[in-house]
């Protein structure tokens, strides 16, 4: 696997597999990886003649009270793991690289990037429209692949790629769980070992809300339920439970659309966010 730090760099070994006419599929990543990432890039395999992986820590998609500085970063680690994986090419930039003095340009993705995950951390979603556009542009990837995980931040990717005319395919890759059902995230190593065990029931409880939807039940009240559960659990505070469709994250309607239940809690310092597809298989009254 080649790794490359410089984008003149990165452009020139990508000229040379568009020479050979190979199909390149795109696995932006903050490094850090999990299973969860590999999943990506075993979906990636399946898709592509070749694939690249990212890892860049994004400093413009965290608020300044946030994790920024002690985000998990293990260069020797990822590197081995995406080659492992099947990766052939990984670009590690650096900040400079990525946003050097004098960079101004910023991507938002009006709507999407104000509500739920927007409303709590509101650089996140602009900071990602902005990497994902740069990276995008110049690996012009024929396929690009994200984790489920954060949806929301799957949707924001998929509009942008529509409104900006990008000539790419944005495949979703679902959720990678612990044997508990704990979504994975680079963020768990966060959680100590008390918070940990309390973690998966953010999982639990939105799975009893796609059971409810399932069962053509009050959404709405096992919202409201589910986060009195999981402050009576032991978390610290709830941001959302709440369901919305798929495509949009706007207003769900049982009867017209899909829907996804959507969740964001906190283990002490530790945000957690998890979401679930509310089947289609409702029962029709
Ligand atoms: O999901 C992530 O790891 C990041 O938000 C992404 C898409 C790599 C952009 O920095």
């Not at 949806?151 to 005319?165: G, S």
């Not at 610290?236 to 949009?248: F, L, N, Q």
Request: aromatic share 8%.
């Amino acid at each position: 696997m080649q790794i490359v730090r410089r984008i003149k760099d990165f452009k020139r070994a990508l000229l040379e597999w568009r020479k050979e006419e190979l199909r390149v599929a795109l696995v932006p990543t903050m490094g850090a990886l999990h299973d969860g990432h590999l999943s990506l890039v075993d979906k990636a395999k399946t898709r592509s003649d070749r694939v690249i992986g990212t890892s860049f820590v994004n400093p413009k998609q965290f608020s300044p009270d946030e994790d920024l500085k002690i985000y998990p970063r293990d260069e020797v680690s990822d590197k081995i793991k995406f080659e492992k994986a099947g990766a052939s090419l990984l670009f590690v930039p650096s900040v400079a690289e990525m946003y050097p003095s004098g960079y101004l340009t910023k991507v938002y993705v009006k709507g999407i990037s104000d509500i739920l995950e927007g409303k709590y951390r509101p650089h996140y979603l602009s900071g990602v429209a902005t990497i994902v556009s740069k990276l995008l542009i110049l690996a012009k990837p024929d396929i690009a692949i994200f984790g489920e995980k954060d949806y929301q931040q799957l949707c924001l990717v998929r509009t942008l790629v529509r409104d900006l005319n990008l000539e790419v395919e944005i495949l979703g890759v679902p959720t990678v769980r612990e044997l508990d059902g704990l979504a994975m995230s680079s963020r768990n190593t966060y959680l100590s070992s008390s918070q940990r065990k309390i973690a998966p029931n953010l999982f639990e409880e939105l799975r009893g809300i796609c059971e409810i939807a399932r069962k053509n039940g009050d959404i709405d009240r096992a919202c409201i339920s589910a986060t009195q559960k999981l402050l009576k659990k032991g978390y610290d505070k709830v941001d959302y439970i709440v369901c919305r469709d798929s495509h949009t994250l706007s207003k769900y309607d049982p009867r017209k659309n899909s829907g996804r239940v959507l969740g964001a809690a906190w283990l002490g310092k530790t945000r957690l966010i998890d979401n679930l597809e509310i089947s289609s298989r409702r029962v029709e009254s």
